[in-house]
Nanobody
Framework: QVQLVESGGGLVQSGGSLRLSCAASGSIFGFYTMAWFRQAPGNQRQLVASISNHNSTIYTKSVRGRFTISRDNAKNTVYLRMNTLKPEDSAVYYC????????WGQGTQVSVSS
């Protein structure tokens, strides 16, 4: 079973940047479309960005132009580069396949101060 481990979160000021990483165990990683999700307190989990196994990317409107999703299949890792962060980007960030067929990891907390 594929396991997902997210890392790279932290506390940054508004306008700052972070790069999140999601390491997946298992050799079948390259077959999945992978995605980043986020969940703020009191809100439902939201799809942020996805990347297909052919590197086609899709972003939710609120992060378009600020976030970049990428993947390294040789390292079984998907990344989320986040620039020009805003307080409303604060959430726990998770990765998963799309659709979400893998077990959820613990996520990584991103906090953006104003």
């Amino acid at each position: 079973q594929v396991q997902l481990v997210e890392s790279g979160g932290g506390l940054v000021q508004s306008g700052g940047s972070l790069r999140l990483s999601c390491a997946a165990s298992g050799s079948i990683f390259g077959f999945y479309t992978m995605a980043w999700f986020r969940q703020a307190p009191g809100n439902q989990r939201q799809l942020v960005a996805s990347i297909s196994n052919h590197n086609s990317t899709i972003y939710t409107k609120s992060v378009r132009g600020r976030f970049t999703i990428s993947r390294d299949n040789a390292k079984n890792t998907v990344y989320l580069r986040m620039n020009t962060l805003k307080p409303e980007d604060s959430a726990v960030y998770y990765c998963n396949a799309l659709p979400e067929v893998l077990a959820w990891g613990q996520g990584t907390q991103v906090s953006v101060s104003s």
